[in-house]
């Protein structure tokens, strides 16, 4: 079992930027897969960043370029560093951990950007 808490959303203007956190409650963070979703009102949650236990990363289409996603083990935290914000990328922003198969979730974070 591993408790997921999202913090750093918020509301911020197109072209600006926000810094989001996952603090995971877990002896063995570095052996979790880690990953940023998102869903926007009406729709599924989609992927949006993905870094695994071993550091590789991949991100969505749609916000290569512009977010990035990083670990640190030391301090059982995932972070998701989003520039160049616009409109579309408003959402609630959840925290994914998974481990042979099994996922945990965080509460989620809103993220409003206005135009």
């Known amino acids: 079992q591993v408790q997921l808490v999202e913090s750093g959303g918020g509301l911020v203007q197109a072209g600006g930027s926000l810094r989001l956190s996952c603090a995971a409650s877990?002896?063995?963070?570095?052996?979790?897969?880690m990953s940023w979703y998102r869903q926007m009102a009406g729709k599924q949650r989609e992927l949006v960043a993905w870094?695994?236990?071993?550091?590789?990363?991949t991100t969505s289409p749609s916000v290569t370029g512009r977010f990035t996603i990083s670990r640190d083990n030391g301090k059982n935290t995932a972070t998701l560093i989003m520039d160049s914000l616009k409109p579309e990328d408003s959402a609630t922003y959840y925290c994914?951990?998974?481990?042979?198969?099994?996922?945990?979730w965080g509460q989620g974070t809103q993220v409003t950007v206005s135009s």
């Open positions: 870094i695994g236990s071993n550091g590789r990363t």
């Open positions: 877990t002896n063995i963070f570095s052996a979790y897969d």
């Open positions: 994914n951990a998974r481990l042979r198969g099994r996922d945990w």
